[in-house]
């Protein structure tokens, strides 16, 4: 089932957690609603699911298979949902929690007894659980009450999945499982999944689509290679991650900023404006001796070895701190240790300027 | 669920160690605690029963049989028995709005659930009296309505319900906050309706919280004595609770039968503390294993 969500606007008070947001998710689609914190993914998410309500004079709409469901109560909407604390029903045992949704089913559409049964067997057989359906909440890991969380979610066969911080209370470990777990498990499924996350190598590495948010709006909306590679702006830069900034100017139509002179910016470029560039530290190259391109002199301030990549603080000569990550190997052909100077230069770079409008 | 156990009685070791006060200091400590204890109250209910029983139990058994004993009985269960369950579902309704929702009035509604543990319980009598007597606000709608409140049934049951009316309130107004809506919200997503949440979700969870302020309530109820006199006119076998009788019968010097009738009143006191404990020690048992698995 498609999701479609036309110019929503939530307030509280004066704040705006939704500022006319609209978004449409296909159907079958794994999305990952990306962003800090206070950036109204979580909101946008109940909005969904009918446990919050946009403000009754933005005019929005929120659609299901281009159906208006705004009016329908949250139990009618037929959603899984799955919350970040997973909310289980502390005083039913795990089979007693996946079986609620069918229990609490009206008369006439609830599934006979051996059926409930079999279904949250099947679901128990899905998350792995199939020896601890006796057990209470309390008496289970945080990973295993998360996959009862999508178990019971699930057993009422939702039209759509929406998960809050699935992973966010979870250790690094369990969580990578997890993510992994979750993505097989919509490639089974294909149900139309939307999750909230403020970890952008979660959205990364799950999802098939990431939209990313700040302050009740959505920044950018894009697959993850997309929005890795091509930011729309200077926010979507800062929060995928480690970047340097450097600040110049644009004089005759090119952006100066330090050594660099960059033309093909793609930005109507007007003289006298600011221009700031940004620069992954995987996108900046670094030589023991000058080789003739354009170049930042700096000194190696700390070196880190320990990890996928070797990670260089260097300071420039204009006393700024740059960050430049290579390969080991690269690392050991470059031969430098602490103290030594060093030339960096760019690989890859993208410039954004002034009046440029978020 | 051995190693957290192990490391709180090594925490009570070093506790013990760190605050090592001379063993003198501890001793005068304990003896003076015990000894009020055994002073206030053990002894004053040793004396309760021994009273009660100096004539034997043949006199104890007629002093709870006679008439006017039963029809206090009577009557003092018959208060409790509307005053609880009106104040449960007060206390119900009260707490999951207080809880709940945000509304005007919302601070000045909890403030006032706690009224009648301020105000004296003669003053709450005194209140029903003013009301209800003659030139009263509500007198003349009493007589409309064909009820004598005052020196009759009524007026003991409204003073009752007025003075036990915060016990189940304030047990779940903390609890329902503490516990969140999340549950509900689960509950509602999966497809319940209000009352299937309800029953299914949100009683389950506030159960023993309830039985707990349900069980208070019941003890006051049963053992008021200031408000419901005001306004009882101890009118013998008709408007006589059994705390009222006690008096009575002891203003009367006759006190093998106020202590017999006292005794019940003791035995009531002792279940509802057993019944209480047992309620904590479950909470307990629950929270700290929650603990421990999370």
Known sequence: MSIEVRG???????????????????????????????????????????LDQPDPDCGGQILFNDENVQNLPARKRQVGFVFQHYALFRHMTVFDNIAFGLRVKPRNQRPPEAQIRAKVKELLALIQLENLENRYPAQLSGGQRQRVALARALAI???????????????????????????????????????????????????DRIVIMNAGRIEQDGPPDEVFHHPANEFVVNFLGNVNLFRGRVESGVAVIGPWTLSQTGLALTDGQEARLFVR?????????????????AVIQRIQTAGPLAKLEVLTVDGQNVFVEMPHERFRELNVRQGDTVFVSLKDARVFVEDYVI | MNMPVSETSRGKVSRLKATGDPSWVRAVCIGL?????????????????????????????????????????????????????????FGLAAGWCIARFRFPGRNFLTAMIDLPFSVSPVVAGLLFVLLFGS????????????????????????ATMFVTLPFVARELIALIQEQGDEEEMAAMVLGANGLQTF?????????????????????????????????????????????????????????????????????LALVTLVI????????QYKTSTDVLES
Not at chain 1, 170 to 178: E, G, I, T
């Open chain 2, 276 to 283: 209480k404990t047992l309620i904590e020690w479950r909470e």
């Open chain 2, 33 to 89: 605690t015990l000894g009020f204890i055994a002073l206030m109250l053990l002894l004053p209910m040793i004396v309760v029963f021994t009273e009660a029983f100096r004539k034997g139990l043949h006199v104890y058994l007629a002093a709870i049989t006679e008439a006017d004993a039963r029809a206090a009985i009577r009557l003092t269960l018959l208060a409790a028995g509307i005053a609880v369950p009106l104040n449960t579902l």
């Open chain 1, 281 to 297: 530290p995987h996108e900046l190259d670094v030589r023991a001796t000058p080789d003739g391109r354009p170049a930042l002199t």
């Open chain 2, 199 to 267: 029953w299914r979700v949100t009683l389950p969870n506030i159960r023993w919280g309830l039985l707990y302020g349900m069980i208070l309530c019941n003890a006051r109820a049963m053992g008021e004595f200031g408000a419901v006199s005001v306004v009882s006119g101890h009118i013998r076998g008709v408007t006589n609770t059994l705390p009222l009788h006690v008096e009575i019968l002891f203003n009367e010097y006759n006190f093998a039968a106020s202590f017999a009738a006292a005794s019940l009143l003791t035995v």
């Open chain 2, 135 to 158: 030139g009263g606000l509500l007198a003349a709608a009493a007589r409309w309505a064909g009820i004598q409140v005052l020196f009759a049934v009524p007026g003991i049951v409204l």
């Open chain 1, 157 to 207: 066969e939702p039209k759509v999945l929406l998960l809050d911080e699935p992973f966010g209370a979870l250790d690094a470990r369990v969580r990578q499982d997890l993510r992994r777990w979750l993505r097989r498990l919509h490639d089974e499924l294909h149900i139309t999944s939307v999750f909230v996350t403020h970890d952008q190598e979660e959205a990364m590495e799950v999802a």
């Open chain 1, 8 to 50: 929503i606007t939530r307030s509280f008070g004066a704040f705006k957690a939704l500022d006319n947001v609209s978004l449409r998710i296909n159907d079958g689609e794994l999305v990952a609603l990306l962003g800090p914190s206070g950036s109204g993914k979580t909101t946008l998410l109940r909005v969904i699911a009918g």
